[in-house]
C-alpha cells in the first residue's frame, strides 16, 4: 500500500511538469532567447557593438521581436542605460547593435545583457519577455600598457560647439594630477578609484592640428588631442551651366573651412538619371552630358563630413544654361587708315549651333561702335569711320544664339589704323623784329591736334616767298616737334606758308604776310581785367576790311625768352577771352591785339596790360634818405619798377614813426601799423611819384619811416623801419664859425701868455697912482673929502700887532716867481706878520689879506701881515691862492668863523680885496653882521711904499724886526 | 626650453644662405682643398662653425612657430618633459667627460649621423605640416641643415675621415605611425625640435673646439659659445 502511494506520487509528479509544457506550447509562443552575445568595443567611435543571434526560429519565419539591452557600468549591478532595439529578425541571423558610449570606453568596465520579446501582429498575445541573457563584459583597460597615466579618448573627432567628456586613468595612486584644456586648469570628477572624468562643454575650434587636453602628474604629461570641426554649411549660390553641351559644371560657394585636415566630401546626384558623381573641389564639379540627350536635371549637391550632411537642389535646363567659350584668335585681318577688317574664330557648341558675338570697338576707353555678327566658326567684321593712325581696341564675346542666358569672357586685340595726311594747317603766328633795319621773323606754330595730325608729324616746311621778287622762293625744313623757327629777310613784302609733314605727305599750308617796315608802336596801353575765367577783352577794329584779328601774349612773361601765345579771331569778333591754364595771379601779362589785312597783314591795334588777379606787393622799394637837414629829409626809391609788380601799383605809403610818439605831420594821418604800434601814414596816390619830402621835423630827433606800395589787393609786406636822425640846428655854425673862432682865440691866447710880460712891458707897464687907491677913497670918504693922498698920520691902526720874531725866523718872499735874489732891490717885497700865539694880546688879532695886483711894492711893508711864510714854502706864488694848501683850509676856515662866533683864542682873518671894495659899498647899510671893532678895523692898511724907501731886500739871512715898522708914531688911530 | 620666437623676418635672406650652402655643400669638390699647403681645413671648419650659428638662429624662429602650431603646453617655455618614447632621436646630451673623450674623427662622425637622421624626421614633419606657411619654413630649414650636412662631410673629407656608411636596414624612415595618438606625435615634434638644438649647441661646441685646434696658437681667437636654455 505504502510502494502504491509512492509509486502514484512519482508519477502525478513527473506529469505536472509535462502538462505545464503542453499547456505552454498549445497555448502561447515559446520565448525566444538572444544568443551568442558578443560585445566589442570600437574605441574610434567610442562605441559598444553587440552582435547576437536567436535561435529556435523556422526556417522560413520573420518574426519582429524587440530587444531590452541593459548597459552597466564598472559593475554589472550600476545599469547606466536601458533601451529596447525593435527589428525584425529570421532564423540565424547575426543580430547587430552599437551603443555610443558618451564616456571613453577604456576608463571603465561595461557590462551588457539583453532579453527579448515576439512583437509580431501575427502572434497572439500576451507576450512574454525571456529570461536575460548572462552579463558580457567589455574592457578595454586590458589592452592597455603599463603606463601610469592615461588619457581618453584618443584623438576625437568632434563639433564646435558639443560636449566631450574625457577621462584619464592613473596607475599610481599618490600622483597628484592635473589636467588642462589647452593651458586652463580643468576640474573633473572622479568616477572610481583610479579613473577621473571631464566634461568639457562647448568646445571650440583653437587650431587645425586640434585642441590639446593634457593631464600631468610626475612622470611625462599624457593628453590627447580633440580635433574640433567647425559647423559644416550649407552650399550657397549653387549653379550649373555649360559650356559646350557636353559638360555641365556646377559652381557653389561652400563657406567657412570646417577647420579640419580631412575636408568635408562634396557629391552631385541627378534624380532622373539616378546617378551621381563625387566632386574633386570643394566649390566646383562637372558632370558629363551623356548621349541620351537629357535636357533637364535635377540636380542635388550633398556636402558631408563627419557630423553632417547639407544638401542643395537645381533644376538645370541644359539649353537654358549654356555659357559659350570665350571667342579665339582675334585679330585685324587689314587696317587702312579709315577701316578694319577684324576677325575671329569660336568654339564649336553642340551640333553645329550657332553664336551670336558682340564686336565692340573701343577708343579711348569708350565704346564707340558696337556690331552683332552670328558666327558658326569663323567670326569677321568690317569696322568703318575709323579715324588714321589712332588707336583702338576691338573685343568680342558670344552667347548661346538659340537662347540667350550669358555672354561669354571677352577678348581684346589692339590695332592702330594707318597714317594719312594732316588735315589742317598748322596754326601760325609771327614776330618780327628789327636789325639794322632788317626784318627778323620768328615764326611761331602751334603743335597740331592729334585729330588732325593723322600721324605722326616729322618736320615742318616753311617757304618764304618774296612778293617783290617772284621767283625767289626759300623753303627751310625744320624738324618736328620744333614750334618755331627764325627767319632773316630783307626790306621786301614777304609771304611765308608753312606746312606740316608726316610720313604720308603735307598739311594744308599756313601763310604769314610780312611787310618788311616796321610797325607802327605807338599804340596806347590799356588795361583788362582778369576774371575766373580768363581775360575779357574788346577792341575797336580800325578797317572794314579785317580778315581776323590775333591776339598775342606771353604765358610766362617772368621767364624770358617770352613763350609767345596766340589766338586767331574771325573778323567779326571786337572781344574775346583769353584764358590760360598758365595764367597765374600777381602776373602782369601784356596782351598784343593785331588786326589782320586783306593781304595777310598784321597791324597792331591796341595794347593791354592786365593780371588775372591783382595781388599786394610782394616787396617794398629801397628807399634812400637824401637831403638830410635838421628839418627835412627826402626819401628816395626811384629804382623801384613799377611794372613788374604783381599788380597795377596804384602809389605808396609813406609810414613815420616818431621816438616821442607826438602828433603826426601835416597831410598825415595817424594809423595802427600791423605790428600793432601806432604811426602816421601818408597816402602818394600817384605811382610815378617815387620821393617824398618829409618836412617840420624836429632837430636832434629820431625818426623812422618806411615805404610800401599799394595796389588794388593792399598793400606791401611790412618792413623793418629805417631811423633817421635829424642833425642839430647850430652844428654847421659850430662847424664853420664856432671851432674856428675857438681855435683862434686859443692860438692868441697862448701867445698872449707866453708873451704876456712882454706884452705888458710894452703896452701898459705898471705905473703905480697913488690917487687911485680905493683906500684913499674910503678915506675920503670918511673923513675928509679932500684928502687924495693917503698919509700915514691918516692910517688909525685898531690894533697894534706886535710881531716878536724870533732870531732866525726867516721871512718869505711872496708875489713874484723869481727866486729872492733876482728880486733882490728890483721887487717890492710883501712882509707878512702873523700873529702867534705867544705874542698875541688883545681882544683878538687882524689879519687882512691884500691885492697884489694892486699894489706890490708897497704891500710887503704892509701893516698887516698878510700870508703866513712858513719855511715849508720855499718859493711863494704870485697871487694868495697860490698858497700853500694847508694854509688855504686855514684862511677858508677862519673867513667862515668870522662871519658867525668867533671861539676865543682863535685868530680871525678878513680878506678884502681891494677891487671890489666890498665895505665902501656896504658902509651905508649897517651890516648885518657888523665885525666887533675890538676885533679887527674894517680896512687894512696898504701903501705904496717907493722902492727907494724899502727896506733892505730881504734875503735867507736878514731878518726884519715888526718893531721897526710899527713905530708908535706911525701907529694910526 | 624653448624660446618662442615670432614668425621669421619677412627679408629673412634666402638668397644668402642658398649662396652659403651651395658654398658649403660645395667644399669637399673644391681642389684647392686637397692640395698641398692649402689652408688646411681651418676655414671649412670655421664656414661649419658660423652655418651652426646660423642655423640656431633660424631654429629658434622656426621652432617658435611651429611650436605655436601644436599649441600648449608644446608652446609654454617652462615645458619640459622627461625624454621618453623618442628612443629613435639621436640624443645629443653626452656626459662631460665622455664628450671630452671623443676623438675629432669620432666627434664628426656622430654629428654627420645626428643631422642626417633629423634631416630625415624633419622631412617627415615637413610632409603632415598643415599649413603652406610652415611647410615652406620646414622646407627652408631642411635646405639649411641639408647644408650643414654637406659642410661636416667637406671638413671631415678634409681631414681625411671616411663619412660614416649607414647599415642596412638601420636607415631612418619616417613613416606616421598608426599606433600613436595624435598628442605622443605633437610630443615626438616636439623632441625633434629640440634635440635639433641641443645638436646644434653641441655642434658649435664641437666646431669651435675643433677650429681652435686646427689655428696656429699665434692666431689664435677665441669664440665663446653662448648656451641658452632650450
Redesign the interface.
Known amino acids: 500500500m505504502a510502494l502504491f502511494a509512492v509509486l502514484q506520487t512519482t508519477f502525478l509528479l513527473t506529469l505536472l511538469p509535462l502538462r505545464t509544457y503542453q499547456s505552454e506550447v498549445l497555448s502561447e509562443p515559446l520565448p525566444l532567447t538572444p544568443e551568442s552575445l558578443k560585445v566589442s568595443i570600437n574605441s574610434t567611435k567610442q562605441c559598444l557593438h553587440l552582435q547576437w543571434t536567436v535561435h529556435n526560429l523556422d526556417y522560413h519565419q520573420e518574426l519582429k521581436m524587440v530587444f531590452q539591452i541593459q548597459i552597466s557600468r564598472f559593475k554589472a549591478s550600476n545599469v547606466i542605460w536601458m533601451g529596447n532595439y525593435s527589428t525584425t529578425v529570421k532564423r540565424n541571423q547575426v543580430l547587430h547593435w552599437s551603443w555610443e558610449s558618451e564616456l571613453p570606453l577604456e576608463c571603465a568596465i561595461h557590462f551588457v545583457r539583453m532579453r527579448t520579446m515576439v512583437d509580431d501582429a501575427r502572434i497572439p498575445a500576451p507576450r512574454f519577455w525571456s529570461n536575460w541573457s548572462s552579463w558580457e563584459k567589455a574592457d578595454a583597460q586590458n589592452s592597455l600598457g603599463d603606463h601610469p597615466l592615461y588619457v581618453f579618448p584618443k584623438d576625437k573627432l568632434v563639433e564646435e560647439g558639443s560636449d566631450v567628456t574625457i577621462c584619464y586613468i592613473s596607475r599610481n595612486h599618490q600622483d597628484n594630477i592635473s589636467c588642462y584644456l589647452e593651458d586652463e586648469l580643468t576640474y573633473g570628477k572622479q568616477l572610481d578609484q583610479n579613473v577621473w572624468a571631464f566634461k568639457l562643454k562647448n568646445v571650440s575650434f583653437h587650431r587645425k592640428t586640434g585642441t590639446n587636453f593634457y593631464c600631468k602628474g610626475q612622470g611625462v604629461p599624457e593628453g590627447v588631442v580633440l580635433f574640433v570641426s567647425k559647423v559644416l554649411e550649407e552650399p550657397k549660390d549653387f549653379s550649373c551651366e555649360t559650356r559646350d553641351l557636353k559638360t555641365v559644371t556646377c559652381t557653389w560657394d561652400p563657406g567657412s573651412d570646417t577647420g579640419l585636415i580631412q575636408l568635408p566630401s562634396y557629391t552631385l546626384f541627378e534624380s532622373f538619371s539616378g546617378k551621381k558623381t563625387l566632386c574633386k573641389h570643394r566649390n566646383r564639379c562637372d558632370w558629363q552630358v551623356t548621349q541620351d540627350s537629357q535636357e533637364v536635371y535635377n540636380f542635388t549637391l550633398v556636402a558631408e563630413n563627419y557630423f553632417r550632411k547639407r544638401s542643395v537642389s537645381i533644376l538645370f535646363n541644359l539649353i537654358h544654361g549654356v555659357h559659350p567659350l570665350a571667342p579665339y584668335n582675334l585679330f585685324p585681318k587689314s587696317v587702312s587708315a579709315t577701316n578694319a577688317t577684324m576677325s575671329w574664330k569660336v568654339s564649336s557648341i553642340g551640333h553645329n549651333s550657332a553664336l551670336l558675338c558682340q564686336l565692340q570697338l573701343l577708343g579711348e576707353g569708350k565704346v564707340i561702335q558696337q556690331h552683332n555678327i552670328s558666327v558658326r566658326v569663323n567670326g569677321e567684321y568690317l569696322l568703318s569711320e575709323l579715324k588714321p593712325d589712332t588707336e583702338y581696341v576691338a573685343r568680342v564675346h558670344c552667347a548661346y544664339a538659340d537662347h540667350f542666358w550669358k555672354w561669354s569672357e571677352l577678348i581684346s586685340q589692339n590695332f592702330t589704323t594707318a597714317e594719312a595726311a594732316p588735315s589742317e594747317a598748322p596754326d601760325v603766328w609771327r614776330d618780327v623784329t628789327f636789325v639794322s633795319g632788317h626784318p627778323t621773323v620768328t615764326l611761331f606754330w602751334k603743335p597740331l591736334s592729334k585729330v588732325h595730325t593723322n600721324g605722326k608729324i616729322l618736320f615742318y616746311n616753311v617757304v618764304v616767298e618774296n612778293l617783290d621778287e617772284p621767283s625767289s622762293l626759300e623753303v627751310l625744313s625744320v624738324p618736328a616737334p620744333a614750334n618755331s623757327t627764325k627767319v632773316t629777310l630783307n626790306r621786301s613784302s614777304y609771304q611765308i606758308y608753312v606746312t606740316a609733314h608726316n610720313s604720308v605727305g603735307p598739311s594744308p599750308a599756313s601763310a604769314v604776310a610780312i611787310s618788311g617796315h616796321p610797325e607802327n608802336e605807338n599804340v596806347e596801353e590799356g588795361r583788362v581785367n582778369g576774371t575766373e575765367d580768363g581775360f575779357h577783352m574788346s577792341w575797336k577794329p580800325q578797317s572794314r576790311n579785317a580778315t581776323g584779328y590775333v591776339v598775342e601774349w606771353c604765358d610766362d612773361p617772368q621767364n624770358l625768352p617770352c613763350v609767345l601765345q596766340w589766338k586767331n579771331l574771325g573778323p567779326t569778333n571786337t572781344g574775346t577771352v583769353i584764358s590760360s591754364d598758365a595764367f597765374r595771379p600777381g602776373v602782369r601779362y601784356d596782351f598784343r591785339i593785331y588786326e589782320i589785312s586783306a593781304k595777310g597783314m598784321a597791324h597792331l591795334l591796341e595794347k593791354k596790360a592786365g593780371y588775372l588777379k591783382e595781388l599786394a606787393p610782394s616787396y617794398n622799394p629801397e628807399v634812400a634818405t637824401i637831403n638830410l637837414t635838421s628839418h627835412s629829409f627826402t626819401l628816395s626809391w626811384k629804382d623801384y619798377s613799377t611794372e613788374s609788380q604783381t599788380g597795377f601799383i596804384q602809389g605808396y605809403y609813406v609810414y613815420l614813426k616818431s621816438k616821442t610818439g607826438e602828433k603826426c605831420h601835416r597831410e598825415f594821418e595817424k594809423t595802427v601799423l600791423p605790428d600793432n604800434s601806432v604811426g602816421c601814414k601818408y597816402t602818394i596816390d600817384n605811382p610815378d611819384q617815387k620821393t617824398f619830402v618829409v618836412k617840420d621835423l624836429q632837430p636832434e630827433s629820431v625818426y623812422e619811416f618806411f615805404v610800401t606800395p599799394y595796389t588794388s589787393a593792399g598793400e606791401g609786406p611790412l618792413d623793418d623801419f629805417t631811423k633817421v636822425t635829424t642833425p642839430d640846428d647850430y652844428s654847421h655854425i659850430l662847424t664853420h664859425i664856432i671851432l674856428p673862432m675857438i681855435f683862434c682865440v686859443l692860438v692868441v691866447t697862448i701867445t698872449c701868455y707866453l708873451k704876456s710880460q712882454w706884452l705888458k712891458d710894452k703896452c701898459y707897464p705898471d705905473i703905480p697912482d697913488p690917487y687911485k687907491s680905493s683906500v684913499l677913497s674910503l678915506i675920503k670918504f670918511k673923513e675928509n673929502p679932500h684928502i687924495t693922498i693917503m698919509n700915514v698920520n691918516d692910517c688909525v691902526p685898531d690894533a697894534i700887532e706886535v710881531v716878536n720874531k724870533p732870531e732866525g725866523s726867516k721871512i718869505q718872499f711872496i708875489g713874484t716867481r723869481k727866486s729872492p735874489t733876482e728880486t733882490k732891490g728890483t721887487k717890492p717885497v710883501y712882509l707878512d706878520l702873523l700873529p702867534t700865539e705867544k705874542n698875541y694880546s688883545g681882544p683878538g688879532p687882524c689879519i687882512c689879506f691884500e691885492n697884489f695886483t694892486y699894489n706890490q711894492a708897497a704891500s710887503d711893508l704892509g701893516y698887516c701881515g698878510h700870508f703866513p711864510v712858513t719855511p715849508q714854502a720855499p718859493h711863494c706864488q704870485l697871487g694868495p691862492l697860490t698858497s700853500p694848501e694847508n694854509l688855504l683850509k686855514t684862511l677858508e676856515q677862519n673867513y667862515m668863523n668870522s662871519l658867525g662866533e668867533i671861539p676865543a683864542g682863535e685868530a680871525n682873518l678878513n680878506y678884502v680885496s681891494q677891487l671890489a671894495s666890498p665895505m665902501s659899498g656896504d658902509k651905508e647899510s649897517p651890516p648885518a653882521n657888523p665885525p666887533e671893532p675890538a676885533l679887527c678895523s674894517e680896512y687894512k692898511m696898504q701903501m705904496a711904499i717907493p722902492l727907494g724907501l724899502a727896506s733892505p731886500a730881504p734875503s735867507k739871512n736878514s731878518s726884519l724886526s715888526s718893531t721897526a715898522l710899527l713905530d708908535p708914531s706911525e701907529h694910526c688911530h | 626650453m624653448l624660446p618662442v620666437a615670432g614668425e621669421p623676418a619677412a627679408g629673412d635672406s634666402w638668397g644668402m644662405l642658398a649662396c652659403l650652402c651651395t658654398v658649403l655643400w660645395q667644399l669637399p669638390a673644391v681642389p684647392a682643398l686637397n692640395r698641398t699647403g692649402d689652408p688646411g681645413p681651418g676655414p671649412s671648419i670655421q664656414k661649419t662653425y658660423d652655418l651652426t650659428r646660423y642655423l640656431e638662429h633660424q631654429l629658434r624662429s622656426l621652432a617658435g612657430t611651429y611650436l605655436n ?6 608652446n ?1 617655455p617652462d615645458f619640459n ?2 625624454r ?2 623618442v628612443e629613435t632621436l639621436p640624443k645629443a646630451t653626452v656626459n662631460l667627460e665622455v664628450w671630452r673623450s671623443l676623438n675629432d674623427k669620432l666627434r664628426l662622425t656622430q654629428n654627420y649621423e645626428a643631422y642626417s637622421h633629423l634631416l630625415c624626421y624633419l622631412r617627415g614633419l615637413n610632409r603632415q605640416a ?2 603652406a606657411e610652415l611647410r615652406r619654413s620646414l622646407a627652408h630649414f631642411c635646405t639649411s641643415l641639408q647644408g650643414l650636412l654637406g659642410s661636416i662631410a667637406g671638413v671631415m673629407a678634409a681631414l681625411g675621415y671616411p663619412l660614416p656608411q649607414p647599415l642596412p636596414g638601420t636607415e631612418p624612415t619616417w613613416a606616421p605611425g598608426p599606433a600613436h ?3 605622443l606625435q ?2 615626438d615634434d616636439f623632441w625633434l625640435l629640440k634635440e635639433l638644438q641641443t645638436w646644434l649647441w653641441r655642434s658649435a661646441k664641437d666646431f669651435n673646439r675643433l677650429k681652435k685646434k686646427m689655428q696656429p696658437p699665434a692666431t689664435a681667437v677665441t669664440l665663446h659659445l653662448e648656451a641658452r636654455g632650450f
Open positions: 602650431y601644436l599649441g600648449p603646453p608644446f609654454e618633459p622627461p621618453l618614447g598643415a599649413t595618438s595624435d598628442f605633437k610630443m
